[in-house]
């Protein structure tokens, strides 16, 4: 192994691999390695080495989240073995630590990482691993294939900025409402206008609104949540789903769903175990709110839009963890 891949610190990779052209990565006591269809992952527990494997595709459409996400809120689960959790400052990379059958085994594993070296690791895997012509970010008709030998990158896709408006798009000096991007495929048949403002004097530049159908309907990302209103600690976080979420999203906290158009059927299962408690079929005007104790995985037939509401209140998970707080926002 050498600290040179990519240019970045703290990250250690092989050599490319003289048949596939891909490296071994290697983060504290995990190996991440792929071939042409699919990504090995490794780990050491009852004295031997354990292993993982993912298709490649599914692999890399995790990890791109998790990267874009910056470890988002509390746990994503690549799948029903391995995943992240977000310490907001440290991040636990972990095997079977939230399976009920790995840990009645012994055969899970974990590691905690200061966030800059578990994050450095990752953006190396993702720009070794990902091909010309794959993009990570989009729905499986708007992409090509992730699988084969190594050929070529796609950097470009691969380091999109996730939208984090200070207060909302479009308002002088914040985030832009992207009307460079063309209209999805599957929204040509949303209404581009925008709404009219007429302020009082003084309010100038303070009153402010947006078409927030026509905003998503030119997203070019699904499954990648950005931010269009601050309030305090209240966050809209509206986004455009189609075909799988990547991941198993496991809450530190509770999340509040509007589903403001089509349909987007989630599984929902227990946070720690990942026993599946529910199935959720929400409709355009459907509204779900997502206990801090469960994970949930969600399924868009036809590329829809909703709305996700996050209070980002910094102690929020330690309230919830220690039982102060239920993990369900109201009781019957």
């Not at 972990?94 to 578990?118: L, R």
């Not at 495929?185 to 206008?193: E, G, I, L, S």
């Amino acid at each position: 192994m050498d600290n040179t891949v990519t240019g970045l610190q703290n990250v250690t990779a092989s050599e490319p691999d003289p048949v596939t052209g891909y490296r071994i990565f290697r983060l504290g006591d995990f190996e991440f390695s792929r071939d042409a269809y699919f990504a090995t992952i490794r780990w050491p527990a009852k004295g031997q080495l354990r292993s993982h494997q993912m298709h490649a595709d599914d692999f890399l459409r995790a990890m791109m989240r998790d990267v874009a996400w910056g470890f988002f809120y509390g746990w994503v689960n690549f799948d029903e073995v391995i995943g992240t959790r977000n310490h907001y400052g440290k991040v636990d990379m972990y095997a079977g630590a939230y399976n009920a059958n790995f840990k009645e085994a012994g055969v899970d594993h974990i590691q905690q990482f200061d966030t800059p070296i578990i994050m450095a690791t990752f953006k190396a895997i993702l720009k070794d691993w990902v091909n010309e012509g794959f993009d990570p970010f989009a729905a499986p008709e708007e992409t090509g294939s992730a699988f084969g030998t190594k050929h070529g990158d796609n950097i470009a896709a691969i380091e999109r900025t996730r939208i984090a408006t200070r207060r909302m798009p479009g308002l002088e000096g914040d985030s832009p409402l992207r009307d460079d991007l063309p209209v999805n495929r599957q929204f040509a048949d949303v209404v581009q206008d925008e709404p009219e403002v007429h302020a009082e004097p003084g309010f100038e530049g303070v009153l402010h609104a947006f078409s927030l159908f026509k905003y998503l309907s030119r997203s070019d990302v699904t499954w990648n949540p950005s931010v269009t209103s601050v309030c305090q600690q209240s966050l809209f976080c509206p986004t455009t789903e189609e075909f799988v979420l990547p991941v198993f999203h496991g809450n530190d906290r509770v999340e509040w769903f509007l589903q403001l158009s089509d349909q987007i059927i989630w599984d929902v299962a227990d946070k720690d175990s990942g026993e599946p408690r529910a199935r959720i079929t929400m409709n355009a005007g459907d509204i779900a709110a997502m206990p801090a104790d469960i994970r949930h995985k969600g399924y868009s037939q036809k590329r829809s839009m909703l709305l996700v509401w996050e209070n980002a209140t910094p102690d929020l998970p330690k309230r919830y963890e220690s039982g102060e707080l239920p993990p369900y926002p109201i009781q019957f």
